[in-house]
């Protein structure tokens, strides 16, 4: 890989931040990067489209998703599915071994059972057990609570939040749920209708060492150069004419 | 609402093609710009919606080195193109994305920027992928010159006289861009904030616009350079001269996954034109003046694919079936009897036993030609919101999963995937320079890092893990189990409702050909010739014969 920081031949920008300097991504080259990332640390293709929307979730609505979800695939790099997965029974979704969950599988798993009587159906209370830098659940449960009209609480040790439909919850997750992991319990009541919210406010940040880290586990999506892809690549007659 | 809502009467229905026929990849590679390709969509809403289009900043140099800005003006609101042009030596003149130089490069500003903005712009666009924009900015490009016409067309403004038609034919315009990003590329505004505005909702309207005001800056560019050379003596180019120029535009691979990763927007696009053909052909009679303009159109197709030149094997094999395509429809509306009831699905299902794919394709955008009213309102249904989409319904069983498999996929779950040649390629991107690129399976390294690009495969090892499951069980259980299906359920459901959101081909077989999903993006842009430079690069020609800004409120049709 050539990090030549002139060099201007390479598909992407992104490696372009140095140091402090702000590094604000669109929501479109948040959800690209963070998928590439996830799938160089080895999720799925479609789990990686998971952390991809999630993490452009957090960032539309000004919360550092990339950094989020960098946090966690560095402790999950390498880890087997079992040991990231929850494991469903009525009341508790806890990991078979007790470890910590992934968030973007535990995210999308929610929402893939939000229908079935497993699920976060209205009036049901389920152990999720530990759960990794568990603001990056927070983009599902979002969704979730407005296509179902939910309020969904999210409980741990002495201290809870409520995604329902005031949007002044999003504050005290970010503040409280941008950590290494939690011990979580999440319970669902009947809510309110949602409006959907407005997200071209201030979209956050990140960092040009989140986007260096990210970076270098998208690169192994990557197929290294050979004489044979170069040549191929363009076309076989001149362009200067 | 979407069209499916649209598409009331079964009268309409029963004249849509199926998806089997229209989404394979011979065909699609066969499509011809029609009156909803997204360039005609802008050039109608700037007309209808009274833009004021200007100048008001003109700094170039007499070595044509400078900037300039281009500005679009509604009531509402203002967009603004600003162009910087450069001095480039000949040997750095390269269309690839790998290129690290250009003629000129482009950015459409939201608004109307302020010097600083300028400034600020100035350090960055000329570098494209190495410098960043704003999402005050929203789109990036580039352009060179053709480098013989250019200097052709100078010459020949300098010293006082128009240059020689049949130079200018041969090339058909002064600058091809050879990238126009949008979309929250490089830093600039998302697609999702700016959507919601009703001159930007169909697809790649700022793109559009963007590559619309660079013909502008082309011709200014070209007139400018030949007055500083000819001073006094030089001339500007004819208005009919002028009109004829296009934008080249360059294509490589990287358009290619784009189709494959867009299955909704995909839909919406074929749905909308297979749509309109439907409702022309369900007419119960022909009227005098649609008649009348379709002779005007197949005169103008007729001329077009005269013109149009490539020395690509491929592509002149289709100009051959292409030419001699609109010679037949041209004797048949000679003799043909307007009179029977629906005339029209007369007419197209001649085309249909008559023509080649080419020839067929042609038709449709001929036949769709002259009825604007009845089509033209499908333009507002051609964008996607793919996120509404992006959720899996886990409640569904592996029992319907299944029968939407066999239902909507049979021409994947038909392929043998333990052949050679029907896994000869793979797609990848390339560690060096991240672009897309397809690689041969048994001679080159790197099929471990295959991108999902072949839908019938991953359709097809679903299915075989779907035969061996519980089908009681819901999607969401599935999953739990097999994770790596994730990507193809979702296509899936996606395509349960999306008939037209999936390409009918095995995209790594051997005999594959890129160029054909390029073509149809193309066509889709609204391109009017194409010309392949390999199995997997075209070069194409946009705006040519389309109004100028001065021009557009003057047009009688669009």
Same mark, same amino acid.
């Given at each position: 890989?050539?990090?030549?920081?002139?060099d201007?031949?390479r598909g992407?920008?992104?490696?372009?931040?140095?140091?402090?300097?702000?590094?604000?991504l669109?929501?479109?080259?948040?959800?690209?990067?963070?998928?590439?990332a996830?799938?160089?640390?080895g %999720?799925?293709?479609? %789990?990686?489209?998971?952390?991809g929307?999630?993490?452009a979730?957090?960032?539309?609505?000004?919360?550092?998703?990339? !950094?989020?979800?960098?946090?966690?695939?560095e402790?999950a790099? #390498?880890k087997v599915? #079992?040991?990231?997965?929850?494991?469903?029974?009525?009341? !508790?979704?806890?990991?078979t071994a007790?470890?910590?969950?992934?968030p973007?599988?535990?995210?999308?798993?929610i929402?893939?059972?939000a229908d079935l009587?497993? #699920?976060? =159906?209205?009036?049901?209370?389920?152990?999720l057990?530990r759960?990794?830098?568990?603001?990056?659940l927070?983009?599902?449960?979002?969704?979730?609570?407005r296509?179902?009209?939910?309020?969904?609480?999210?409980?741990?040790?002495?201290?809870?939040?409520?995604?329902?439909?005031?949007e002044?919850?999003?504050?005290?997750?970010?503040?409280?749920?941008?950590v290494?992991q939690?011990?979580?319990?999440?319970?669902?009541?009947a809510?309110?209708?949602?409006?959907?919210?407005?997200?071209?406010?201030l979209k956050? =940040?990140?960092?040009? #060492?989140?986007?260096?880290?990210?970076?270098?586990?998208? %690169? =192994?999506t990557?197929?290294?150069?050979?004489?044979?892809? =170069?040549? !191929?690549?363009g076309?076989?007659?001149?362009?200067?004419? | 609402?979407?069209?499916?809502?649209?598409?009331?009467?079964?009268?309409?229905?029963?004249?849509?093609?199926?998806?089997?026929?229209?989404?394979?990849?011979?065909?699609?590679?066969?499509?011809?710009?029609?009156?909803?390709?997204?360039?005609?969509?802008?050039?109608?809403?700037?007309?209808?919606?009274?833009?004021q289009?200007?100048r008001p900043?003109?700094?170039v140099d007499?070595?044509g080195?400078?900037?300039?800005?281009?500005r679009?003006?509604?009531?509402?609101r203002?967009?603004?193109l600003?162009?910087? @042009?450069?001095?480039?030596?000949d040997?750095?003149?390269?269309?690839?994305v790998?290129?690290? @130089?250009? +003629?000129? &490069?482009f &950015?459409?500003?939201d608004?109307?920027?302020?010097p600083?903005d300028?400034?600020?712009?100035?350090?960055? /666009?000329?570098?494209?992928?190495?410098?960043?924009?704003?999402?005050?900015?929203?789109?990036?490009?580039r352009?060179?010159r053709?480098?013989?016409?250019?200097?052709? /067309?100078?010459?020949?403004?300098?010293?006082g006289?128009?240059?020689?038609?049949?130079e200018?034919?041969?090339?058909?315009?002064?600058?091809?861009?050879?990238?126009?990003?949008?979309s929250?590329?490089?830093?600039?505004?998302?697609?999702e +904030?700016?959507?919601?505005?009703?001159?930007?909702?169909?697809?790649?309207?700022?793109?559009?616009?963007?590559?619309w005001?660079?013909?502008?800056?082309?011709?200014?560019?070209?007139?400018h350079? @030949?007055? *500083?050379?000819?001073? *006094?003596?030089?001339?500007?180019?004819?208005?009919?001269?002028?009109?004829?120029?296009?934008?080249?535009n360059?294509?490589?691979?990287?358009?290619?996954?784009?189709?494959v990763?867009?299955?909704?927007?995909?839909?919406?696009?074929?749905?909308?034109?297979?749509?309109?053909l439907?409702?022309?052909?369900a007419?119960?009679? @022909?009227?005098?003046? *649609?008649?009348?303009?379709?002779n005007?159109v197949?005169?103008? *197709?007729?001329q077009?694919?005269v013109a149009w030149?490539?020395?690509?094997p /491929?592509?002149?094999?289709?100009?051959?079936?292409?030419?001699?395509?609109?010679d037949l429809?041209?004797?048949?509306l000679e003799?043909?009897?307007?009179?029977?009831?629906?005339?029209?699905?007369?007419?197209?299902?001649?085309?249909e036993?008559?023509?080649?794919?080419?020839?067929q394709?042609?038709?449709?955008?001929?036949m769709?030609?002259?009825?604007?009213?009845l089509?033209?309102?499908?333009?507002?249904?051609?964008?996607?919101?793919?996120?509404?989409?992006?959720?899996?319904?886990g409640?569904?069983?592996?029992?319907?999963l299944r029968?939407?498999?066999?239902?909507?996929?049979?021409?994947?779950?038909?392929?043998?995937?333990?052949?050679?040649?029907? &896994?000869?390629?793979?797609?990848?991107?390339?560690?060096?320079k991240?672009?897309?690129?397809?690689?041969?399976?048994?001679?080159?390294e790197?099929?471990?890092?295959?991108?999902?690009?072949?839908?019938?495969?991953l359709v097809?090892?679903?299915?075989?893990?779907?035969?061996?499951?519980?089908?009681t069980?819901?999607?969401?259980?599935?999953?739990?189990?097999?994770?790596?299906?994730?990507?193809?359920v979702?296509?899936?459901?996606?395509?349960?409702?999306?008939?037209?959101?999936?390409?009918?081909?095995?995209?790594?077989?051997?005999?594959?050909l890129?160029? +054909?999903?390029?073509?149809?993006?193309l066509?889709?842009f609204?391109?009017?010739?194409?010309?392949?430079r390999?199995?997997?690069?075209?070069?194409?020609?946009?705006?040519?014969?389309?109004?100028?800004?001065?021009?557009?409120?003057?047009?009688s049709?669009?």
């Open positions: 890989m050539n990090t030549n920081p002139e201007q031949t992407d920008s992104t490696p372009f931040f140095h140091g402090d300097e702000p590094a604000p669109s929501c479109n080259e948040t959800a690209s990067l963070c998928m590439k996830a799938r160089g640390a %999720m799925s293709w479609g %789990m990686a489209e998971e952390a929307f999630a993490s979730w957090l960032v539309a609505h000004c919360i550092d998703g990339p !950094s989020c979800l960098y946090a966690h695939l402790r790099d #390498g599915w #079992g040991d990231l997965c929850p494991t469903i029974t009525p009341t !508790s979704w806890r990991n007790d470890h910590a969950i992934c973007i599988i535990l995210g999308a798993t929402c893939d059972y009587p497993e #699920g976060p =159906r209205p009036d049901t209370t389920i152990q057990g759960v990794s830098m568990p603001i990056l927070v983009p599902f449960l979002a969704v979730l609570a296509k179902n009209a939910l309020g969904i609480t999210l409980k741990w040790a002495d201290s809870s939040i409520c995604i329902n439909h005031d002044t919850w999003l504050e005290a997750a970010a503040r409280h749920l941008t290494q939690l011990d979580l319990t999440l319970s669902v009541k809510g309110q209708v949602q409006k959907a919210n407005n997200q071209t406010a956050s =940040r990140t960092t040009a #060492g989140t986007i260096a880290a990210l970076n270098t586990l998208a %690169m =192994r990557t197929v290294p150069a050979s004489d044979a892809s =170069r040549s !191929s690549a076309s076989t007659l001149s362009d200067n004419d | 609402m979407p069209v499916s809502k649209l598409n009331k009467t079964a009268e309409v229905r029963r004249f849509m093609r199926p998806a089997s026929e229209v989404m394979r990849l011979e065909r699609m590679g066969s499509s011809h710009p029609t009156r909803l390709s997204f360039l005609r969509i802008l050039l109608r809403r700037l007309k209808s919606s009274d833009w289009i200007d900043v003109w700094n007499a070595k080195v400078g900037h300039g800005v281009y679009v003006r509604s009531d509402e203002i967009y603004s600003v162009a910087f @042009a450069h001095d480039l030596p040997e750095m003149r390269s269309d690839r790998i290129a690290t @130089a250009w +003629d000129a &490069t &950015t459409l500003f608004g109307e920027p302020t600083d300028i400034a600020r712009l100035a350090k960055n /666009v000329p570098f494209q992928e190495a410098g960043r924009i704003s999402p005050k900015e929203l789109t990036l490009a352009a060179n053709s480098v013989r016409l250019f200097k052709h /067309v100078v010459d020949a403004l300098s010293e006289r128009q240059p020689d038609a049949s200018m034919n041969a090339v058909g315009y002064l600058m091809r861009t050879t990238a126009v990003y949008g929250g590329k490089f830093g600039a505004s998302d697609r +904030d700016i959507a919601q505005r009703p001159e930007l909702s169909a697809p790649f309207q700022v793109e559009m616009l963007t590559v005001l660079i013909r502008a800056f082309t011709v200014d560019i070209v007139e350079m @030949a007055a *500083a050379k000819g001073g *006094a003596g030089a001339v500007k180019l004819d208005r009919d001269t002028r009109r004829s120029l296009g934008v080249g360059s294509t490589g691979l990287g358009m290619a996954p784009f189709i990763r867009h299955p909704v927007l995909l839909n919406n696009w074929m749905l909308a034109r297979e749509e309109a439907a409702r022309v052909r007419q119960t009679v @022909a009227e005098p003046d *649609a008649v009348l303009a379709l005007d197949h005169a103008s *197709a007729m077009n694919a030149r490539s020395e690509h /491929v592509q002149v094999k289709k100009l051959q079936d292409l030419r001699r395509d609109l429809i041209a004797d048949q003799t043909f009897d307007w009179a029977v009831t629906r005339p029209w699905n007369e007419l197209w299902s001649w085309g036993s008559t023509l080649t794919f080419e020839g394709e042609a038709l449709l955008a001929l769709l030609e002259p009825h604007g009213p089509i033209d309102d499908l333009a507002d249904h051609m964008g996607a919101d793919e996120a509404a989409c992006f959720r899996i319904d409640a569904m069983s592996v029992a319907d029968s939407v498999l066999e239902q909507s996929y049979g021409w994947a779950l038909e392929i043998d995937f333990t052949t050679p040649e029907n &896994t000869a390629r793979f797609w990848y991107v390339s560690e060096e991240l672009e897309p690129r397809l690689g041969e399976r048994a001679t080159e790197g099929a471990s890092l295959e991108q999902p690009m072949c839908i019938a495969r097809a090892e679903l299915y075989a893990t779907v035969q061996d499951y519980d089908h069980k819901p999607v969401a259980a599935l999953l739990l189990a097999h994770p790596e299906h994730r990507y193809a979702r296509r899936v459901q996606i395509t349960k409702n999306h008939s037209y959101a999936e390409v009918h081909d095995n995209l790594i077989a051997a005999d594959m890129p160029i +054909d999903l390029l073509r149809c993006k066509a889709y609204g391109a009017s010739q194409f010309d392949p390999s199995d997997r690069w075209v070069r194409i020609n946009l705006f040519a014969g389309a109004p100028f800004p001065g021009d557009i409120n003057a047009e049709t669009l």
